[in-house]
């Protein structure tokens, strides 16, 4: 078992350069299954659940042609099955869009109900919602999802609660469908606008997505032959963004889309961190005194859930009582207890935490809780006096590439030891 040791207190300065999304690359990847031929996709982030996702592609009958370190060629028309079992499968939440993409090319799929990181629970609910809707029929036996239909007749589906999986999930299954599929209430999240542009470029017929209504009209095929590149990766830019602030750095985060990160870049400001905003990079220069500020995650445009974590960790610099309310999930705030560890003054009610600040952080031994969580333990590790040490950081490696090095070229002590 890996553990990164952090001896903090040091200013990070310097150039990251951001990867792939992560959550853009475990829908593409899968939406390959609906091609007939081959795709290129480049600015593939180098990290676990990819990785992991590959080789379920490969056992299904794909074949997979790394062309460099962030480019791969896949070649899905030798996919023969639509039953996924990879032992592999039950740690990944997006195995479910195996779900929408092998029913939408065999009609079919059998998946393990899908895992993922533990933050309260964690239904499906609207996505078997949006295969009824299409005509399929969902049974859910010895932990797998068995999902079967005669044929794909596109329908209105209006969700009930703003989904990413769901969206996603339900695109997926219509593409292919017989006629139009309307997704109303849906989520509007960077990586659905890049599925919706891959599968487009596919020669699907999807329309609004980046709205809350999505038109989708079926396609007999969709073909191979194109190359794609990954949106670079929202959560992964603004950790930077925000370790840059809690060390109060000075760093030039590269290769992002700005207006993804705008909802934090005004709560930084909010804080009293510099904000400079470039065409693909934003410069964040941090400040002695960090100001408190009240913040609610929502569904995108709304402040993400996946940057709560490490935004707490920064909170403990600020002066004052911040208050943070996570309005997706219903119990994020179990890695609270970690960083208390550290000495950190948080109370958590619910779905709330009330931070108290400002505290002098110390070094402690630490565990990554899940994957956001560990990058929020990474940051308070980066802001604390003497040394810090995480445990379960495969959590961290499955969705952040090489974080310890990245951090390394801006000034961090932080090494990974067995
Ligand atoms: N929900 C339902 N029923 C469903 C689906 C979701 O009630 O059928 C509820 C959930 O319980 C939750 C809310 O709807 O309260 C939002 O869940 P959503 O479906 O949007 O989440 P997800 O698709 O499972 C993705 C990301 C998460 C990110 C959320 C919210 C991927 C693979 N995962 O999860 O990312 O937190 O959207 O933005 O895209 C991460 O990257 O660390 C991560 C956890």
Redesign the pocket.
Known sequence: MEKLVIRGQKRLEGEVCVSGA??AA?AILPATILSDGKCTIENVPDILDVAILKEILKELGASINQINDSSIQIDTSNINSYVANNSQIGKL??SYYLMGALLGRFKKAIVPFPGG?DFG???????IKGFEALGAKVEIEHGKVIISAEKLVGAPVYLD?V????TVNIMLAAVKAEGVTTIENA?K?P?IVDLANFLNAMGADIKGAGTDVIKIRGKKHLKGGHTYTIIPDQ?EAGTYMIAAAATNGDVLVKNIIPKHMESLTAKLQEMNVTVDVYDDSIRVRGSDKIQKVNIKTL?YPGF???LQPPVTSLLCRAEGTSIITEG??DNRFQYVDELKRMGAKIKVEGRTAVIEGPVRLTGAPVRAMD??AGAAMVIAGLMAHGETVISNIHYIDR?YERLDEKLRTLGADIQRIK
């Open positions: 992560k959550n475990v939440r997006a990181c629970v964690r239904p499906i609910d609207q996505h609660v989904s990413v999986g769901a989520a999240e990586h959560i569904p993400p859930t996946d997706v999930w994957l956001r969705g």
